[in-house]
T-cell receptor, first 112, second 114 residues
Framework: EDKVVQSPLSLVVHEGDTVTLNCSYEVTNFRSLLWYKQEKKAPTFLFMLTSSGIEKKSGRLSSILDKKELFSILNITATQTGDSAIYLCAVEGSSNTGKLIFGQGTTLQVKP | NAGVTQTPKFRILKIGQSMTLQCTQDMNHNYMYWYRQDPGMGLKLIYYSVGAGITDKGEVPNGYNVSRSTTEDFPLRLELAAPSQTSVYFC?????????????FGPGTRLTVT
C-alpha cells in the first residue's frame, strides 16, 4: 500500500530558528513529490520535486529530494511567526491522473 | 480568474440528510479532485476526474458520489449523511505539463453531521 509519512508531527520553535521537516514515502511508480503550506484554509503550493539531488529554493524555504532513500526534506531558515502553519507533503504515485497521496502533515508553531 | 471555488463554506446536516457540495474551476483544467481532511490528518482522496464524463474512486469513496458533465464543474454528493462524514472537504484541479501535475485547491467546505 502506498504511504507517505511526515515527521515530526508537530514542532514549536522561536523566531530566527532553522527547522527541518521530513517526508518519507513508499509509492509505486513515483512521479513527483510536492510540498504545501496550509494556514487557516486551503493548502497553497510550495514546491514540486521530480529529480533527485536538485534543491528547490524560494526565499527562506528550500527542499530537496532523495529518490534512492525515498525521502524529502523542507528547510525553513530564520523562521518568522508567519511561517506558523501545517506543512503537507504529497506524492504522485500513479500514472497520468495527478492523484496525490498526502502525509499527515507537520504542524509548525513559531513563537515570537 | 477566480481559480477553484466551493460552496457552501459551512454546513450542518442531520444524520440521513443529503446534500451536494459544489466545485467550479475557471482555469480550463481537465483534472479535478475531491479530498476530505479530518482533524490532525492529511488529505484523503475521495474521487477524481480526468475529464468531462470520466470519474474514478480514490482512497475513501464510500458514502459519496460525483459527476463531471462539464470541464468546469465537479459536484460531490452525500446521499445519507453519517457522523463519520464530518470533515473539511477540499476540491482541487490541476493541469499537466510534461507529465507532472500541480494542484490548485479551493477554500474548503466545513461539514458537520449531527
Amino acid at each position: 500500500e502506498d504511504k507517505v509519512v511526515q515527521s515530526p508531527l508537530s514542532l514549536v520553535v522561536h523566531e530566527g530558528d532553522t527547522v527541518t521537516l521530513n517526508c518519507s514515502y513508499e509509492v509505486t511508480n513515483f512521479r513527483s513529490l510536492l510540498w504545501y503550506k496550509q494556514e487557516k484554509k486551503a493548502p497553497t503550493f510550495l514546491f514540486m520535486l521530480t529529480s533527485s539531488g536538485i534543491e528547490k529554493k524560494s526565499g527562506r524555504l528550500s527542499s530537496i529530494l532523495d529518490k534512492k532513500e525515498l525521502f524529502s526534506i523542507l528547510n525553513i531558515t530564520a523562521t518568522q511567526t508567519g511561517d506558523s502553519a501545517i506543512y503537507l507533503c504529497a506524492v504522485e504515485g500513479s500514472s497520468n491522473t495527478g492523484k496525490l497521496i498526502f502525509g499527515q502533515g507537520t504542524t509548525l508553531q513559531v513563537k515570537p | 480568474n477566480a481559480g477553484v471555488t466551493q460552496t457552501p463554506k459551512f454546513r450542518i446536516l442531520k444524520i440521513g440528510q443529503s446534500m451536494t457540495l459544489q466545485c467550479t474551476q475557471d482555469m480550463n483544467h481537465n483534472y479535478m479532485y475531491w479530498y476530505r481532511q479530518d482533524p490532525g490528518m492529511g488529505l484523503k482522496l475521495i474521487y477524481y476526474s480526468v475529464g468531462a464524463g470520466i470519474t474514478d474512486k480514490g482512497e475513501v469513496p464510500n458514502g459519496y458520489n460525483v459527476s463531471r458533465s462539464t470541464t468546469e464543474d465537479f459536484p460531490l454528493r452525500l446521499e445519507l449523511a453519517a457522523p463519520s462524514q464530518t470533515s473539511v472537504y477540499f476540491c482541487a484541479s490541476s493541469y499537466t505539463l510534461g507529465g507532472v501535475y500541480e494542484q490548485y485547491f479551493g477554500p474548503g467546505t466545513r461539514l458537520t453531521v449531527t
